[in-house]
Every structure is written in C-alpha cells, then in structure tokens.
C-alpha cells in the first residue's frame, strides 16, 4: 500500500516492517515526510498554558514562530528562562531552556493587553479556553486566523498518518486506551493521546523533529472533547471519527442539548468519500447534528455498524461500505462491567476503519489484554485480595464518573456481576461532601433528600468526607458486597481532580 502526504512536505519513499495479522502478513511503502519552518517570521499567540498549550507553543517554535504564551493564572511557571539580578534561575521549564534569548518566546501570566492579539500573525487555543474569553469570538468573527491546539497540529501531521478521533460524554477514554493496546499487541506504533493525556501537538513536533526517513507513528488515535471542537477545524480530518454518546453534560458551556451536539459533530465536518462515521442509533440530536455532512456513516447498535450481544458476547460487524462483515468474540474480556463490551467492539470496527492492514481474527487475540484506564470500573486489586480473604469485600475505584449517566451505567453493571467468583451487589451508598463544608452542607443533604424522596429503598448517610464514607461502608459491608466510589460529579475542594479522588479512596480502603 502507498499512501502520499501533500501540502507542506517534501517526499521519501520508505519501506517500512511488515504489519502482522492473523492471516497473512503486508509489507507496506508509505511516502513520509520532512517539513520546513512553515511558520519563519510570523507570530503565534497561545492562550491556555495547560499541557495542550504548553504543547503548541514548543510546536510552533519548532515551526520557526515567534511566540506569545498567555495564561490569566498568575501563578504558573513562564515558559521561557526568567533571571534575576546576577543570572540566577526564576523559574525554568526544561521544555523551551534553548528559547530564553528573549526574541523568540515571551510569556504574559494575569491581565494582558487585548490589542496584543491584534497584532499576531495566529492564535491557538487550549481546550480549557472558552471562545467567550480573551476576545476570541470578535477575533473570530474579524477573520483572524484562530485555531484550536488540535487544529493546529493537524496541520503539520503528515497525510500518510491515519487518525482516529473518539468523542462523547461517556467512554471516550476507554475507547481510545483499548484501541492503543489492540495495537501495540499487533505490533503497530501509534501515538495515543489528544484529550487523554499527551495533546496532538507532542505527535505533531515528532513527525517534525525526527528524521523524515524513521516515521515515529503509524495512526495517531485521539480523544476529543466537546471543548477542543468549538473553533471549527479546518485541517483536522479524521479516517474514522466516533460519537459514543451523548447525554447532558457541559450545558454550562454549550447551553443547550443541540449545540453540544453540534459541537460534536464538527468531527465530521471535512470527512468524504470512504471516511468512516459511528454514531449511536437512535440520538434525535446527533441525528439533526450530521444532516449535510457527507461520509460512510455506521451505526452503534444497528447495521450498517455494529451490535453487541452482552449475552453471547460478540460483535457482529456489517459496514458494506468500508468492506467490512464480520464477528468478533468477547468471551475473554477480562475488564469488568457490561459497558466494556461495547468499548472494546466500537475500538475493534475502529481500527478496523482505519484499514492499515488489520483484521477480525487479529483483533480477537488482543481482547484478553484489554485494560481500562484507572479510575474506571477499577478494582482495588491489593485491597481487594486483603478483604476476600478475611471480609470477601470487592472495592470498585470508578472515580471517573463524573456526571450521572456514567454512574449509571457502571452501577447497573455491577449488579449482579461476577468477578473472580465473587457476585457483586450494590447494598449501599454514601453522599460525600461535594464542595467546601462550609457552603456546601446544604447541597449534601439536599442530595439525600432527593435520592430519599425518589423512591430510594437502600440504606442512605449524609457524611462529612471521603474518609467518614469509607469508613462508614466499611463498617456496613459483608462477605460478597462491593465498596464503590461512583460520584456522578466532577471533583471540587476536596480533591484536585478525578484522578486525586481516586486515588484517595484506594489509600483509604488499603489502610484497612
């Protein structure tokens, strides 16, 4: 197969190792690429100075730009070398050490002066950067060049590099994970990232500081969210681009239910011909949101797509149009919960999309290694092998809930699953404190109040933390019941974020 980038690069062609599949194997020739510093003697502003921008900006150094790092939190670090009298180091970020000669980077912590964007030649938003700040929306409408960070690194991402692009309220994260491992376990180099961790712009200063004859990835699979899909793309163009859901969630930002759809959608905004689009049957506002795009569109849950049998646990595949029907078997997961049939089956068609040598009988070997990220349905596998032998207690980290659809769906599954010969049931539920307990006390009860007035018929505790609920569940729990920490909510004063929240009730319950 040869593939040929265009736009910005020059061309080699290089034979690369063979992709292995269950059936035969295929030696591949793509056309790889070296670009030039497409952006010498312009101006880049970034605004956001999180990981994504952090990101961007080493990019756009890379691509011969001066740049403008601007963040409203005057507490970060400036990217570039600060000095104090006699040269000693302020701050430092290791990543721009070679950009402290004062010309080519310069950092804006707290206010600033609107009239600066004006004058650059780009903007680049980070994804925590709403549209409505900073003067974007009238710069937008002015027709400055303003890009989102995953836009941004599209633009320099060589066309032979397949993309995967996985959005939705919910399982976003898992997807993109299981088709990261799918492939490493078939051999495939892939970069893995986007809203998950590593931004697009670490992929895109790869293909651009090695050299052209050694392409680093062979797909790029990315996580997309809502927010990193405001500004319209332009270079952004997905081989397969996936909605897995979509459920009330960030309306504070979107507004409504049909714009948050709509902001999805421009997922699909430049994909044609044999893209390949899935979307879950049945979603009134996804449906209105694709009307006028124009690709191969597939289904989650009917054909042309996939369905999931829970019971049997396969997937059957029928897309006719990307030359795809065929099954896969789920029987070995090892992952817990029902719902992960259904992320591992959309991550097979996924990779399956992207055609890039792969098939079903390769993909049936890598579902026994498939692993959730943590702080999803995650058991507590020091605690949980303490409390079975003296208690039986299965202890369920899925901090990762964070609205209440994902709670449901994790609490549904576990009803009456079996994990390692132990059944789990849901006997009991315990609302933590959600904000500072000064303010929020209130907010607590109101939430016991609500789930009692409901209908609720389970034993419910208003208790001041995480510590008093564990302690609380502890002392309640009995041999073959779970502990399970499942907000609904994102984390607020009492953790930095999910991912601290989890990681608070796995100490706890290991201190048992």
Known sequence: MKLHACNYYKHETVTLKPIHSAKNTKPRTIKSCGLKQDLQGQSVAVIGLGKSGRAAARLALARGASVLAIDQNQNLGHLELKRLVGSIPLQKDSLFEKYNDGLSLRTILGDFDGELLKDVDVVVVSPGVSVESYGLACLLQSGKRVMSELDFAAQVIPRSIKILAVTGTNGKSTVVTFVGQMLNHLGIEAFVGGNLGNPLS??????????????????????????QMEIPNKYFCPTVSVVLNLTPDHLERHKTMKNYALTKCHLFSHMVNTKLGLLPFGNQHLNEAIKGHRFNLAWIGA??????????????????????????????????????????????????????????????????????????????????????????????????????EATCTGLMDLKGHKSDAVYVNVNAICVSQLKDIYNLVYERVLIWKTLVNNGLSIPCFAVANMKDAVNHARRMATNGDAIVLSPGCASFDEFRNFEHRGMVFQELAFSA
């Open 303 to 404: 054909f042309p797509g996939v369905k999931i049998d829970t019971e049997a646990k396969t997937a059957s595949f029928e897309v006719p149009a990307v030359g795809v029907v065929s099954q896969l078997q789920l029987h070995n997961m090892k992952v817990m919960g029902r719902h992960n049939y259904h992320n591992a089956a959309v991550a097979a068609l996924s990779v399956l999309g992207l055609d890039i040598g792969v098939d079903v009988e390769a993909l049936n070997s890598t579902i026994e290694i498939l692993r959730t990220p943590p702080h999803r349905m995650q058991i507590a596998k020091h605690c949980y092998a303490v409390h079975r032998d003296i208690q039986g207690v299965t202890w369920v980290d899925d901090s990762k809930a964070t609205n209440l």
């Open 202 to 227: 670490e992929a895109a200063f790869h293909c651009i500081a090695l050299p052209s004859s050694k392409p680093k990835f062979q797909a790029s699979i990315v996580e997309v969210s809502s927010y």
